[in-house]
């Protein structure tokens, strides 16, 4: 007890005066480029970037629609606010999804160039040095060629090698006159090629993202039929601008809507009215002093103009009104947008009039294609074309509001500080119009006319810079990743040499780098190339690959009996025919 005591002093002692080496700043800095360079690294921050995304689509964007977000953090205003802190309302442009974006980038740009450096030059080396003994290998196999065939080693060893440039293989002959001449052979290159390719693309589609998101821009417009749309940022209803967004980059085409189709099902029992099909026809001109082009604009199907796509996502009816004022002059004409609510395009319908005198109108109602009273006496609508169409309205009169500045939902009238004129739990009654009739307002106020109904649709506007060269990345990426999957990374080593009675003694051996399954169909498809080139009898080549096991065939496959010391004189020293120094 004592001894081991005296022996643990002194190296308790030596560990307690050790002091570690400081790295310093570069040390630290080497370290930490190490760290974020490395391909675990970069795995996990494309997780963590997909993570960081997640609140994306569980919060409202500012960029895609502020209101929702000024409404959201009303609704909530214990978190609200502090969400917003968070920049929990505008994602992907936040600081902390920024730095994950540029640290994953920095971390694929690290992982891609060394090892693309290393590639290239492991791709312009020469296969590794022929092993000193094959037999360790996990795929080996002998075979014997006669002394009668007239075969000699040199030849041999050139025949396998070209099978094995037949077959792919970048080849190098060694010492091809000496008495042991061999080769090696190696192919698979594509694999790390295709693991390259995939994270070079995943770095492509990075950059084209960004670049979309920095220099692309959406938009939202109403068109109805008849109406023009001109790509300025005054046409646009709704505009998400990129971070970089100039105005120079808007292209001054124009859009016309001619007419607007809709195909209802009149076939099905189940599926009875429901539309089948849209078809917008637009005239199209890409600049102001271009011809006009008359274009089809469908659903999934959209019109290219100017570097942007245009895409038809919304339509419905606008019904076409008059309204005068109390002084009889026109305060509105002109179609009003009504936004689809329920089944049948079953639609409400706001008016607001400020130009009325001398007091501000103000109408809320609904439209119907198809108008019918059902026994409760509430109107609905029966089907969605126009065989009897009905403006229902409520009139208001008042302040507006429209002249404090103050943004207001189109869709939308505020009547809290409006006086009512018309509505069915008044004596005036509501407000019922079939095309081409008039109603005249209470107390002197005006008139309204329903002149007719006309379509509309709602088109998506996109320019995305980088849209393309991100689907051809991505293709890549698939490219890539299957060559990955699906190459192998094989080398093959053959060795031949004399024996004393004239015999030539063939071994091969085959490496894979990774897990290769294939490798020993590999070894029986050379056997048999190998087998049929030297006219070795047919059992030689039909034969499994019985030899090429983890422990090595000590018996010649071609030739009965023992040929031990045959196949030893191709791994044994034997004077001067002894074995190939390691190259």
């Known amino acids: 007890m004592n001894v081991k005591k005296k022996q643990s002093a002194p190296i308790a002692e030596a560990k307690a005066q050790a002091a570690l080496p400081a790295l310093g700043l570069k040390g630290m800095l080497r370290w930490a480029w190490t760290q974020l360079t490395s391909m675990r690294t970069a795995l ?28 959201y953090i009303t609704d909530h205003p214990d978190y609200g606010k502090l969400l917003d802190n968070l920049q929990l309302y505008d994602v992907y442009s936040s600081v902390w999804f920024s730095a994950i974006y540029l640290l994953l980038f920095i971390s694929l740009i690290g992982c891609v160039v060394p090892r693309a450096i290393a590639h290239y030059k492991a791709m312009r080396s020469q296969p590794p040095r022929t092993p000193q003994r094959l037999s360790r290998l ?112 808007l292209q001054p085409y124009s859009l016309q809507l001619d007419k607007f189709n809709i195909t209802f099902d009149r076939e099905s029992k189940g599926k009875f009215g429901q539309p089948i099909d849209f078809a917008a026809t637009v005239t199209t001109k890409e600049n102001p002093d271009a011809p006009p082009k008359q274009e089809l604009l469908k659903v999934n199907d959209p019109v290219s103009l100017g570097g942007t796509s245009i895409y038809l996502t919304g339509n419905g009816y606008a019904p076409v009104v008059t309204i005068r004022d109390g002084t009889g002059n026109i305060a509105m004409q002109g179609p009003v947008v009504a936004k689809l609510q329920g089944q049948n395009y079953y639609s409400s319908v706001v008016i607001k009039v400020p130009d009325a005198k001398p007091d501000q109108l103000g109408f809320v109602g609904f439209f119907l294609p198809t108008a019918f009273v059902n026994d409760k006496n509430v109107s609905f609508s029966a089907d969605p074309e126009l065989f009897n169409p009905q403006l229902t309205l409520n009139s208001y009169y008042g302040n507006l509001g429209l002249d404090t500045g103050a943004p207001q939902n189109v869709f939308e009238l505020d009547v809290k500080n409006l006086t009512p004129l018309n509505a069915r739990n008044l004596a005036a009654g509501g407000i019922t119009l079939a095309p081409g009739s008039t109603y005249t307002l209470p107390d002197g106020k005006g008139s309204i006319s329903f002149d007719g109904v006309k379509r509309y649709i709602g088109v998506d506007i996109h320019h995305n810079p980088g849209q393309v060269s991100a689907l051809v990345f991505a293709l890549l990426a698939v490219a890539g990743l299957i060559l990955s999957l699906y190459v192998n990374r094989r080398r093959v080593w053959v060795r031949t040499g004399t024996a004393d009675d004239g015999r030539t003694m063939v071994e091969y051996g085959l490496l894979a780098r990774g897990e290769d399954h294939r490798l020993a169909g590999e070894a029986a498809t050379l056997r048999k190339l190998f087998s049929t080139e030297w006219q070795l009898p047919e059992d030689s080549a039909a034969e499994d690959s019985a030899t090429s096991q983890q422990t090595p065939s000590r018996t010649s496959d071609n030739v009965a009996g023992s040929v031990d010391n045959a196949a030893g004189s191709l791994t044994t020293p034997a004077g001067p025919t002894g074995p190939e120094k390691d190259q």
């Open 44 to 71: 996990f921050l494309l997780l963590l970037l997909a993570v960081a995304a997640v609140p994306g689509s569980l919060f409202p964007q500012r960029p895609a629609n502020p209101a929702n977000v000024t409404q």
């Open 138 to 249: 996990p795929e080996y196999g002998t075979l014997v060629i006669p002394s009668g065939a007239g075969i000699p080693a040199s030849d041999a060893i050139n025949n396998a090698a070209g099978i094995l440039r037949k077959r792919g293989y970048r080849v190098e002959v060694r010492d091809a006159d000496g008495a042991l001449p061999s080769l090696g052979a190696e192919r698979g290159f594509l694999k790390e090629v295709g693991n390259l390719v995939f994270h070079t693309s995943l770095i492509g589609v990075l950059v084209s993202v960004a670049a979309g998101g920095l220099f692309g821009y959406s938009g939202q417009r109403i068109l109805v039929e008849g109406d023009t749309f001109v790509n300025t940022l005054v046409g646009y209803d709704q505009f998400s601008p990129g971070t970089n967004f100039q105005s120079s980059q």
